[in-house]
């Protein structure tokens, strides 16, 4: 066979795997361990607490704006070493106030010494807890790949009775005045036994902890690091049995330290969930999470010097072992029996856990998810205020940004419907979600100011200040100016209540339920917008199980679900008519802004008394009034032409003095009035709108027979556009024409 085989393609692979190998510095004696310390002592010298911390500090943090505050985001739940479709799929969507308060804890562990408390995320079902640990996981198990987060452990080798002296260039008699070798890097037909340890003990634990001590403060003197090494190294020991096997060695080797570390293999080890290595999660079942057994007479302990043969080892296993270096996660904590997780308790109060024949020194940083319906019923319990000490509290409720939310159905569940997915299929689901989720805001905790307007906000118009931060247009500039300043007292306005807005509500659990299943329906033959509707219905009119459909309806429209479904349709042929409307280009949308634009231009010297240059003739003139009258007819603005001029000029100055520097952008300041004006546009022309909806329909489902060449023209067109501009497909954007036909067209035909 060729050298272009598959032999040499084996060859080529084997080749790159070895230089990685060396590259990553899988296999070192401790020597050459200690040289890699010495170099870079911080990135050696951390625990569980500080890893992880680092993990986030790795990828750092970005500002985020929303309507109620700017939160910083931390890029690790973005994950961004992943392919952008499988991070989009995996990602944490929003939440960036959890991610804040883990953030929070971890510095705060990392300045106490330890993890000494459960840090606990509680919330509603489906609220993300687990995302957040799935994400630190994976960014866990990545940075372990990287060099600044490589991981270290170490076994125990035993070479040769041929290689026990001198075969290496290694004599007892007189070692300590050499270079230290080892039999780290000896070839397997040299070693007779190998004992592999289970339990991830730091290589410096070799080292006795006074000279251990004194070694790390000198190193991190020399690198001028001023944080100190962590707790857990100062002061940590072997496990019991490495201290089984050092104590043996050294007795063998009449206290030559050397001589016993000429036996030790380090070895690098990555964070992998799958292996359980560095990152575990415990389920809701009943077995232990630890334990320990003896170890068996197979042949490589058959092999081991006499004296180690007659020594009793036993190896710890089980969650607790495995998550070592890590993170442990509880996943439903609250599901398991009390006793099955009562010895966290002491486990946390002094960082150690017991086991048949030693006590295990903790290295981990511990995590749990639980209900909020079981942390309310474990409130209860006579137990709890025992546990509560111990527990970080990190609340986790749902969403209350639709935005946030139609981003996790596009990118976790319209990969799996496996066909077109229409617009506003995935925003009708997380609109609804979200509406289920708002509470009425309790007006008498506001000042006078404030009240009036918090206690008028309809359900929907809280919903809309939360995802965009618009106010309601019944609102004058001063009043919605005074509600967006205090969104973010309405926003916190429940935390210190048991039950919180967000913590009850429809989950994006049955949201994607009601996606799947409206992707089935026998009516399209895609995921339809009305399709899913049609799913809202049956959900709400079911045995009515869930606890938000049986919340009491209170003004606004809070709780109402069935109005929520009516507000809903209405609100989705209002996109698509504003679609259909924009693909027709019977008016250029640019004319709109160019129109305002011309409008604002003139406004500003009609106020101030002046004339303005017209640029074609070169000539002063007076502003126009006729298109400033036209703009205001358009709008519909119930003030005088001069009141409303100078609140325009107002909103341009106060725009101004908030954002310095910046050119205005009449399209982002004067959103409503542009769009009031499209209204009343297409108010006027909505008869023609109508019969190209009906052409594009006729052009569709019954290939263009009875169209003339203009209508057929124009149908394409449009359709061409729905089609580029918005991602409808044929038999989609039929139908969203058909429905505008039957329920808003149909007078006008």
């Known amino acids: 066979m060729s050298e272009g085989g598959i032999l040499g393609d084996l060859g080529r692979i084997s080749d790159e795997i070895q230089r990685k190998f060396a590259d990553e510095k899988r296999s070192l004696s401790f020597g050459e361990y200690l040289e890699l310390l010495e170099a870079a002592p911080p990135l050696f010298c951390r625990d569980s607490v500080q890893y992880l ?189 490495n201290r089984e096997i050092f104590s043996a060695l050294l007795t063998d080797y009449d206290g030559d330290l050397a001589s016993v570390l000429r036996h030790v293999q380090v070895e690098r080890y990555f964070i992998s969930k799958r292996y359980r290595c560095g990152a575990v999660t415990i389920g809701p079942h009943l077995s232990v999470d630890a334990g320990e057994r003896q170890l068996t007479a197979d042949r490589s302990v058959g092999a081991l010097p006499t004296s180690l043969q007659s020594l009793t080892l036993y190896e710890a296993y089980g969650e607790l072992i495995d998550a070592s270096g890590g993170l442990l996660e509880f996943s439903d904590l609250f599901k398991r029996p009390l006793d099955a997780f009562k010895y966290l308790q002491q486990t946390i109060e002094t960082g150690e856990f017991a086991l048949a024949s030693q006590n295990v020194q903790l290295n981990a940083v511990m995590i749990a998810s639980v209900n909020e319906i079981q942390l309310a019923a474990f409130r209860d319990h006579h137990e709890f205020e025992s546990f509560r000490g111990r527990f970080e509290l990190v609340r986790a409720g749902y969403l209350r940004n639709y935005a946030d939310e139609t981003a996790i159905y596009e990118a976790q569940i319209v990969p799996q419907v496996g066909g077109h997915v229409a617009p506003h299929a995935t925003s009708m689901a997380a609109i609804f979600a979200v509406l289920t989720r708002m509470r009425r805001p309790e007006a008498e905790q506001y000042g006078e100011a404030l009240k009036e307007v918090i206690s008028s906000l309809t359900v929907v118009e809280k919903m809309e200040l939360y995802t965009s931060g618009a106010t309601p247009e019944r609102l004058d500039e001063d009043t919605a100016k005074l509600l967006r300043a205090n969104l973010g007292e309405v926003y916190t306005e429940t935390d210190a209540y048991p039950i919180y807005e967000g913590s009850i509500g429809a989950s994006p659990r049955e949201m994607r339920t009601v996606l799947l299943d409206a992707a089935q329906s026998e009516r399209y033959d895609y995921l339809s917008p009305f399709a899913v509707l049609d ?4 959900l709400c009119e079911g045995p009515g199980e869930f606890v938000w459909l049986q919340q009491e309806a209170t003004d606004g429209g809070y709780h109402d679900h069935e109005k929520f479904r009516k507000g809903l349709r209405v609100r989705l042929l209002d996109a698509l008519e504003l679609e259909l409307r924009g693909a027709s280009g019977i008016v250029d949308e640019g004319q709109y802004h160019d129109m305002f634009d011309r409008y604002v231009h003139h406004v500003s010297f009609a106020v101030k008394g002046e004339k303005v240059l017209n640029e074609h003739t070169g000539s002063y003139e007076e502003p126009d009034e006729s298109l400033m009258a036209e703009v205001e007819t358009l709008i519909g603005t119930p003030d005088s032409s001069e009141q409303f001029r100078n609140a325009i000029l107002g909103r341009i100055a106060a725009w101004a003095i908030e954002n310095p520097g910046q050119k205005v952008d009449n399209q982002d300041v004067f959103r409503d009035e542009i769009r009031r004006i499209k209204n009343a546009v297409f108010k006027e022309r909505s008869g023609a709108v109508a019969k190209l909806c009906r052409d594009l329909v006729v052009l569709v489902r019954d290939d263009a027979t009875g169209l003339d060449d203009h209508q057929r023209e124009a149908a394409e067109r449009a359709l061409s556009r729905l089609k580029s501009d918005f991602a409808y497909q044929d038999s989609s954007a039929a139908d969203a024409a058909a429905v505008l036909v039957s329920e808003r067209y149909s007078e006008l035909l």
């Open 53 to 241: 911390k680092d993990v986030f500090d790795h990828w750092g943090s970005t500002t985020v704006e929303k309507p109620w505050g700017t939160l910083s985001r931390f890029k690790l739940f973005d994950l961004p070493w992943l392919q952008q479709s499988e991070a989009d799929r995996l990602r944490l969507v929003g939440q960036e106030e959890i991610q804040s308060e883990v953030y929070r804890v971890l510095r705060n562990f990392a300045r106490e010494g330890r993890s000494n408390r459960l840090t606990v995320l509680h919330g509603p079902n489906g609220s993300a807890k687990s995302t957040v640990a799935a994400c630190m996981i994976r960014a866990l198990e990545h940075y372990s790949s990287l060099d600044d987060g490589a991981l270290y452990r170490f076994h125990w080798v035993f070479p040769t009775k041929s290689k026990l002296s001198g075969a290496i260039g290694f004599d007892r008699s007189h070692s300590t005045g050499e270079t230290l070798a080892s039999y780290a890097h000896l070839p397997e037909e040299e070693i007779d036994a190998r004992l592999r340890i289970e339990f991830r003990d730091h290589p410096l634990f070799l080292l006795p902890r006074t000279q251990r001590r004194e070694l790390l403060t000198k190193l991190y003197s020399e690198n001028d690091v001023s944080d100190l090494p962590s707790q857990w190294l100062m002061n940590g020991e072997l496990s019991h049995k």
């Open 535 to 538: 799913q809202l219905d049956e």
